[in-house]
């Protein structure tokens, strides 16, 4: 069965103190994995597609990077702005609909 | 432009009401998504609209009733909810020819009295 794991659950970090996020997955095929950001009350906003291991992209403070098992969200120099929670979802070869991993909660003090 | 509209932003009813959500976009976009969000948990998958027709219902009690007027708009009809309806529901659409991810809304913060 299809599965995405994040972690960690909740990651509290200094201004400018460079950290990463993690997502497994366990899926028959990849299709895709996508990183989104959701601020409280508000819907996921996009931020990458990562199609095939190896891949890479980049964004401002933020880069994800894909491995056959999984994606790391690495986040250069955070600013308290970026505080938010990162979601990571997978879209397999067999299915028509996004696995969501439970969402690290990053809060990043100034 | 990767934006979808949801109106309204805020819904508050009772168990006997009956009420819609809106969702638009104008990207061109063939597949729509409805989600319900609860706090603290991922989005979880209601239905899937693929070229207007419904080619996903993940078992979503009948109290919900989605509609796909057309490519650009999908509907919700909500009618007698029950409190634990309550939620943030999203809206969401995809460019099925080109690309996978899937562009999210502001959500609808539904409230069941």
């Known amino acids: 069965e299809d599965q995405v794991t994040q972690s960690p659950e909740a990651l509290r970090l200094q201004e400018g103190e460079s950290s990463s996020l993690n997502c497994s997955y366990t899926v028959s095929g990849l299709r895709g994995l996508f990183w989104y950001r959701q601020d409280p009350g508000k819907g996921p906003e996009f931020l990458f597609t990562l199609y095939s291991a190896g891949e890479e992209k980049e964004k401002e403070r933020l880069k994800a990077t894909l491995t056959k098992k999984e994606s790391f969200l690495h986040i250069t120099a955070p600013k308290p702005e970026d505080s938010a929670t990162y979601l990571c979802?997978?879209?397999?070869?067999?299915?028509?609909?996004?696995?969501f991993g439970s969402g690290t909660k990053l809060n990043v003090k100034p | 432009d990767t934006e979808v509209t949801q109106t309204p932003k805020h819904l508050v009813m009772g168990m006997t009401n009956k009420k819609s959500l809106k969702c638009e976009q104008h990207?061109?976009?063939?597949?729509m998504y409805w989600y319900k969000q609860k706090a603290k948990k991922p989005p979880e998958l209601m239905f899937v609209?693929?070229?207007?027709?419904?080619?996903i219902n993940e078992s979503v009690p009948s109290r919900f009733s989605p509609e796909c007027p057309n490519s650009s708009l999908l509907n919700l009809h909500l009618h007698a909810l029950q409190p634990e309806d309550s939620a943030l529901y999203l809206c969401?659409?995809?460019?099925?020819?080109?690309?996978?991810?899937?562009?999210f809304g502001p959500g609808t913060r539904l409230t069941v009295t």
């Open positions: 990207m061109g976009h063939r597949a």
């Open positions: 969401a659409s995809r460019a099925t020819k080109s690309s996978y991810e899937q562009y």
């Open positions: 979802a997978v879209l397999s070869t067999g299915f028509n609909k996004f696995y």
């Open positions: 609209y693929s070229y207007e027709k419904l080619s």
